[in-house]
């Protein structure tokens, strides 16, 4: 059913936080060939426009929104993303840590979600786990999904970044939301630079093991 990183896309669609020396407002807006949520497409192959707004200030605390169209086949046409948490720092380890709500304010049931997450970073490694916490009742009758993730970032050529990902979805959810088992993998290599993002995608689903390549374009802006 679905397929965000706070990833992300798989990191080339998702927002940034930064705590900053003071409180900032930021806009970004995206163009993709594809819009993969833990790599499963959410838009049937097709393309995808996304945009946000974010709020950060010198505590750390942050908050933001996010939008893109969708198509799962049914009446809903657009994603909007809800979120807020505290980011910092100690001795050299980041830390990201609040609650995500995915809302599809025209489908025709109730399905969305949310979800608590928790990240830590070292150098170019980060570590996430996203726990659903909420779920409306055409969403899921289970309630019971867990999503653990890793991504390596590293800077190569001038100007470019290599990221690297690996994620496993599991819990009764993953089961109604596949129809094929409860737990899959999700695997993903991307290449950005000046806006740009070059990635493959790739999941252990029998429905979606093969590698899919998407490139997407985004800008970001103070306000």
């Not at 594809?34 to 192959?45: A, E, K, P, V």
Request: net charge negative; glycine share 10%; with cysteine.
């Amino acid at each position: 059913m679905k397929n965000k990183p706070l990833l992300i896309l798989l990191g080339g669609l998702t927002a940034c936080f930064c705590v900053s020396a003071r409180a900032e407002v930021t806009a970004n807006i995206a163009a993709s060939s594809n819009y993969y949520w833990r790599g499963i497409t959410q838009t049937d192959d097709g393309a995808a426009v996304s945009g946000g707004l974010d709020y950060s200030n010198e505590s750390g605390f942050y908050a933001g929104t996010w939008v893109s169209n969708i198509d799962f086949g049914d009446s809903a046409s657009y994603e909007m993303d809800l979120y807020a948490g505290y980011a910092g720092e100690i001795k050299g380890m980041s830390f990201d840590f609040g609650y995500i709500h995915y809302a599809y304010p025209d489908a025709s049931g109730d399905i969305d979600f949310g979800e608590i997450y928790a990240a830590l970073g070292w150098q170019y490694f980060t570590f996430k786990l996203s726990h659903l916490a909420t779920a409306q009742s055409d969403s899921s009758t289970e309630e019971d999904m867990l999503y653990a993730e890793v991504s390596a970032s590293f800077p190569i050529f001038k100007d470019s970044e290599l990221t690297l990902h690996i994620g496993r979805s599991s819990g009764d959810t993953v089961l109604e939301w596949t129809g094929e088992d409860d737990a899959y993998m999700d695997y993903g290599v991307s290449l950005s630079t000046q806006g740009f993002t070059f990635g493959l995608v790739k999941t252990d689903l029998d429905s979606s093991d093969d590698i899919k390549a998407y490139v997407s374009y985004g800008l970001d802006f103070n306000l």
